[in-house]
């Protein structure tokens, strides 16, 4: 079991020394001007890894959340991401959503893939879409709260297995591990044709394995783009109670 956890360890590394982490986390961090941090974490009492590093039996986002440091740590200083993910090279990248970094919307995989082909129908342009097995969030411009709330305020019902991430929340980006799954992207930074199937894109595919990023940063929607679809895809995801049936 060691020889096997000790290959793996070896293939998460870049030729260059670098974890796939560290490489993904430095280009989001310098290259986009995204404010990162790592995430909790998983650890492992000798089988697969799916209990969060930070000990709570309630935990919502299992290695997908800030902990040890908390969420105001977020930076793009590159200095500071080496040295975090130099110390902890498999630890997940978690984008802090809001101010000048993108926000996002995220809902249940299966209304996700619902979405993204109503959207693909009708011709919508969409930015970058993060998925996990469970979960699939669509990355956004930043917006405001009283944006927000004017947009859901027009809607007769918000589903509450729909969330947003906006200013003081934070998403996990590829190519990160977590207690749903690995993290991917379902519609990769600078797509330039929809994936029309429920599999990742070569091109998803390369940037979430390497941890590479793109020289520029990705084109966002409006929020008000896509509300009303992800309102409608996601309508048939919740529980009476408002809840979600899906994990985080």
């Keep these: 079991m060691r020889e096997i956890l000790g290959r793996r360890r070896k293939l998460s590394l870049r030729r260059d020394g670098r974890s796939a982490a560290l490489t993904a986390a430095l280009g989001y961090a310098t290259q986009w001007q995204w404010p ?67 926000c996002a919307v995220s809902l249940p995989a299966v209304a996700g893939a619902r979405a993204l082909a109503t959207f693909d ?44 991430h906006g200013e003081g929340g934070y998403v996990a980006l590829p190519p990160s591990s977590t207690g749903a799954g690995r993290v991917r992207w379902e519609r990769a930074p600078g797509a330039a044709v929809p994936a029309r199937t429920d599999r990742p894109s070569r091109l998803g595919r390369a940037l979430s394995a390497a941890g590479a990023v793109a020289a520029t940063p990705p084109w966002l929607p409006d929020v008000a783009t896509v509300v009303d679809v992800l309102v409608e895809e996601s309508a048939g995801t919740g529980t009476a109670g408002g809840g979600s049936r899906l994990a985080y």
Excluded: K
Excluded at 44 to 66: F, I, K, V
């Design 121 to 164: 129908r009708a011709g919508v342009r969409l930015g970058p879409v993060v998925a996990t097995p469970t979960r699939w969030a669509l990355l956004v411009a930043p917006y405001s709260l009283e944006v927000l709330g004017e947009l859901l305020h027009s809607q007769d019902w918000v589903p509450g297995s729909l969330r947003f």
């Design 36 to 102: 990162v941090l790592p995430g909790a974490g998983l650890r492992s009492d000798g089988g697969r890894a799916t209990e969060c590093a930070c000990r709570h039996l309630d935990c919502a986002a299992p290695g997908a959340h800030p902990f040890e440091p908390g969420l105001l740590a977020a930076t793009t200083d590159a200095r500071m991401v080496q040295w975090w993910w130099t110390n902890r090279p498999d630890a997940p990248v978690v984008l802090a959503t809001g101010g000048r970094a993108p």
